[in-house]
């Protein structure tokens, strides 16, 4: 059973930085690929990009790029997703989620989800 | 990017009833289609995947259909437990988009 752990919510100021992570358990984390999906407050889901971790590669929605960036540690079975230049409209909750392949591909599991907060 | 249409945006039924949500690709997208549901505070649960496969563990009261640019997602007998948003999905060149999401409630 795959298990992925988010990190706590964060506040932000405009203008900076934010890392979200999210620490798998279960399964063989080399051979998955993680997605990053948002979803601002009353609003629907979002996917932002996603990366294979055996490989070191992400691709993103063209929406994000440029200013997105997701990483891999497999080392410690961790996906990160940090996002720059934030602003009022980046507050979302932000999920990470395992992407399995199918004939096509879909998310099977999903973490907790982790707030964040943009706000001067 | 391949955009997705979700009607109707909301709905009210009553338990029993037999609810249908249907969504639209802006290119054909094979079946490549999913569906999720997600209740309120929670992250969203895989219910269907490649348009007509039930996710394991999933009531068979849920279907999906269609390929193409069509999809159809169905409820056969609506029950309180199944008061959530639900959204569509596709998959094509190394990207997913969502669609908006239809919101169901109880009549």
């Known amino acids: 059973q795959v298990q992925l752990v988010q990190s706590g919510a964060e506040v932000k100021k405009p203008g900076s930085s934010v890392k979200v992570s999210c620490k798998a358990s279960?399964?063989?984390?080399?051979?998955?690929?993680i997605s990053w999906v948002r979803q601002a407050p009353g609003q629907g889901l979002e996917w932002m990009g996603r990366i294979i971790p055996i490989l070191g590669i992400a691709n993103y929605a063209q929406k994000f790029q440029g200013r997105v960036t997701i990483t891999a540690d497999k080392s410690t079975s961790t996906a990160y997703m940090e996002l720059s230049s934030l602003r009022s409209e980046d507050t979302a909750v932000y999920y990470c989620?395992?992407?399995?392949?199918?004939?096509?591909?879909?998310?099977?599991?999903w973490g907790q989800g982790t707030l964040v907060t943009v706000s001067s | 990017d391949i955009q997705m249409t979700q009607s109707p945006s909301s709905l009210s039924a009553s338990v029993g009833d037999r609810v249908t949500i249907t969504c639209q690709a802006s290119?054909?997208?094979?079946?490549?289609l999913n569906w999720y549901q997600q209740k309120p505070g929670k992250a969203p649960k895989l219910l269907i995947y490649d348009a007509s496969n039930l996710e394991t563990g999933v009531p068979s009261r849920f279907s999906g259909s269609g390929s193409g640019t069509d999809f159809t997602f169905t409820i056969s007998s609506l029950q309180p437990e199944d008061i959530a948003t639900y959204y569509c999905q596709q998959y094509d060149n190394l990207r997913f988009t969502f669609g908006p999401g239809t919101k169901v409630d109880i009549k």
């Open positions: 279960g399964g063989t984390f080399s051979s998955y690929t």
């Open positions: 290119q054909d997208i094979s079946n490549y």
């Open positions: 989620a395992r992407d399995h392949d199918s004939s096509g591909w879909y998310h099977d599991y």
